[in-house]
């Protein structure tokens, strides 16, 4: 077994504590590959935002337990390297059983998500227990979810969503030890997180999708006063690299996300952890068409993943300046 500290990384508790207090939201961007990583961190070593690297299980086989580990480590470093320790989760999303939450702990994850939301409630309670007795032994921070979000996005898949009920999130809270609440208010999964008649148009032509369920957020607020609160499918599908998508060959129907003012708003508030995936998927591919399309002789992977992590990177600048506003948090 390796410990979290041994890599250099830290938990979500103090961060969490601190996000609250300055009314902003810690960065949670989803990895797989190394590109992606040198994205996330040189964003926020030059943002100086903390941030929370996410690895789901479906990215933890793609990549490989081993290197993630060895990956986390080398970002530590990294930060250190462009001249700003930054504090840095490993955190992993979407964790479905404990076997698989025990495993990254050992594996030198600093923070697990068990999403029990799938399960009966008191089926939810019991693993949820179960991962935040074992987790809590090695001062490993743990994420719970009540609710369900509707979407598809690596292994996380459901046809509807159910929104967080406020009167359960006290007991679940009390019963389970979690440190942190996943909730249901409104956001999805994936870049199709709502289809056009759901949504209204403005001025300009652009679909608008429905406001985000702020009222569930108030009462689970006033129910656990100080408790940090996790969004997930918070990604807003920005329509320039939709537009950029399906201009060089892509196939990109009906993508709307949440937006920013709404994600904003949020972070302003106790949600502390904010979900980003679709997104940087979406600015990586844009680039990747681009360059197949303008350049078609280039076949030098370097020449079309540098102008993706170049396209991911911009696009994390402006998510810690402008939308979480975790930027300039860390001295």
Known sequence: ?????????????????????????????????????????????????PVILQVSSGARKYANQTLLRYMAQGAVEYSKELGLSIPIVLHLDHGDTFELCKSCIEMGFSSVMIDGSHHPYEKNVKLTRQVVEYAHKYDVTVEGELGVLAGIEDEVSAEHHT???????????????????????????????????????????????????????????????????????????PQDLVAIINKYGGKLKDAIGIPEEELRKAAASAVCKINIDSDGRLAMTAAVREVFALQPAEFDPRKYLGPARDSLKKLYIHKTINVLGSANRVQ
Do not use: W
Request: charged share 20%; with cysteine.
């Open 1 to 49: 077994m390796v410990h979290y500290t041994e890599l250099g990384l830290v938990n979500s508790r103090e961060l969490f504590k601190q996000a609250m207090a300055g009314g902003y939201a810690i960065p949670a961007f989803n990895f797989n590959n190394m590109e992606q990583l040198q994205a996330i961190v040189s964003a926020c070593v030059e943002t100086k935002s």
């Open 163 to 237: 929104y967080t009920r406020p009167e359960e999130v006290e007991d679940f809270v009390s019963k389970t030890g979690v440190d942190s609440l996943a909730i249901s208010i409104g956001t999805s999964h994936g870049a199709n997180k709502f289809k056009p008649e759901q949504c209204t148009r403005n001025a300009d032509g652009i679909l608008i999708p429905p406001p985000l369920r702020f009222d569930i957020l108030d009462e689970i607020m006033n129910r656990i006063p100080g408790f940090p609160i996790v969004l997930h499918g918070s990604s807003s599908v």
